[in-house]
């Protein structure tokens, strides 16, 4: 028996930070390198322990423009390499990611919302792009400060639905590329459930995550850098041989802002 790869979404000083007035609209390039480390233990439906890893380079432009009640969400995906796919996954799927465009709204105080793409990248969910180069941040932002974003979100997997409470606190500063920027670390929990078609037909998973991020904030809320890393314990049910399969998830990010 064959395992689907499941990719389930899976990240101061002293003195107050005053945000840097929008300049109506920053476009910035990204890479975004991520990792998904699989695991299936096969054995109860007779089959084997399987161990997979998928590794791939993203390059985005991402564009938020100044409007009424906070900015729009506009990214274009230039390219997206697999530097590690699984057996028999054609390298050319990643192909069809290039101009594919998400679109979203983040409002004044960093809540994403209405994130939507316009195409695919063979299985990899480029809505997750987003939220990795647009997280919740509360600006102005200062040393000390401490709070809780709790999101649910239905598109980064079809048939996949994933909430997510993360817990971010200001602990430090660093210059960036010559930018003082606001170090935010974070710690969170996830809870995930859904339906995914398979070689050995339906299945209907649920479990939970953990993880922690680190994000590098410039005083206008630009990333300038930050990394997380996950891990979510899976039960996949095979409804047509009623038989469960455990599943361990390991992800990592790296996030690059580009000149």
Known sequence: ???????AGALFSGAMMLPAPHAGSVTTR?????????????????????????????YVQLTLTDTTGGRSIKMVVDSIHGDSLPAGAPAEMLA?????IVSGFVDANGKVSNVKANGDAGGIP?????????????QPLKMGDAWTDTSSTDNDTPGMSTKTVTNF??????????????????????????????????????????????YFIAPDGKVMGGNATSTSNLNV???????????????????????
């Open 96 to 100: 069809k990611a290039k101009g594919a």
């Open 169 to 214: 606190k200001v602990t430090g500063s660093e210059t960036r590329a010559g930018v003082k920027t606001s170090k935010v670390d974070g710690a969170f929990s996830s809870s995930i459930v859904g339906t995914q078609e398979t070689p050995g037909g339906s299945a209907d998973i649920d479990g939970t995550g953990t993880g922690t991020l680190t």
């Open 30 to 58: 990204y890479k975004v390198a991520q990792s998904v480390t699989q695991d299936v233990d096969a054995t109860s439906a007779g089959g084997a322990k399987q161990h997979s890893v998928v590794k791939f380079t993203s």
């Open 126 to 138: 480029l809505t997750n792009l987003v939220s990795h180069l647009v997280p919740p941040m509360r």
């Open 1 to 7: 028996m064959q395992a689907r790869m499941l990719m």
């Open 237 to 259: 049910t095979l409804a047509a041989q009623n038989v469960s399969l455990p599943v361990v998830l390991s992800t990592t990010v790296e996030i690059t802002p580009l000149p």
